[in-house]
């Protein structure tokens, strides 16, 4: 086997003109890759941030409404006919109502996900979402990770916990990624070619 300088001009150019536009195309296909998945994600904390805000005033109201039922003594009848606190939420996201100490008092949503955030939501104590500040936090996971945003209900002190999975995001990056390298073989694959052509026509 030749070594590197025992190679023809040709081929030693044709090569570097190859690596270099390797680096290239590599550096731009996981810069755009990254980009990509900090839009997305900052996309689903912005939708956190506007249904933790609604989803925190209904809980907090209903629980409001029971503990003024409970103290008043009024019957069931009217207990059922109080304002319900939360009936539904959109499938892609879920709520979890957790204790000062970190257990989970009920969990909504998150039912189209490989993964449920409820099991790795244990143990996150009151101190512990005081700690987020109200901001997204990632919580890791054996899988896809989940973006996640805690709001503390004034009456009740339980915490609110609203996340997504980032199952989605990763797969769509992944998927762009995969396309560039795709797309950066094919102009490598041209770049020789015509590096060829034109490295013998100088020469």
């Keep these: ?91 892609t996201l879920s709520v979890t109502l957790i204790d000062a100490k970190g257990g989970i008092k009920g969990a909504l949503g998150g039912d189209l996900t490989t993964f449920q955030i409820t099991d790795y939501l244990k143990g996150f104590t009151h101190a512990k979402a005081v700690a987020t500040d109200g901001k997204p936090f990632t919580v890791q996971a054996d899988g896809p990770d989940f973006r996640a945003i805690a709001e503390i209900l004034p009456t009740t002190g339980d915490t609110l916990v609203v996340a997504q999975s980032l199952e989605a995001v990763d797969k769509t990056s992944h998927q762009l990624l995969a396309l560039f390298l795709i797309i950066g073989l094919i102009v490598l694959v041209l770049i020789a070619i015509g590096a060829r052509y034109v490295i013998r026509i100088g020469m």
């Design 1 to 91: 086997m030749l070594k590197i300088n025992q190679w023809s001009l040709r081929s030693r150019l044709t090569v570097g003109i190859l690596v270099l536009s390797a680096i290239g195309f590599s550096a731009a296909s996981f810069g755009a890759s990254q980009a990509l998945k900090r839009y997305l994600v900052d996309q689903i904390d912005n939708q956190l941030g506007s249904v933790v805000g609604g989803t925190a005033m209904r809980l907090d109201r209903g629980a409001a409404i029971q503990e003024q039922h409970d103290e008043l003594g009024e019957n069931n009848h009217q207990k059922k006919n109080s304002p319900q606190p939360l009936q539904r939420i959109p499938t």
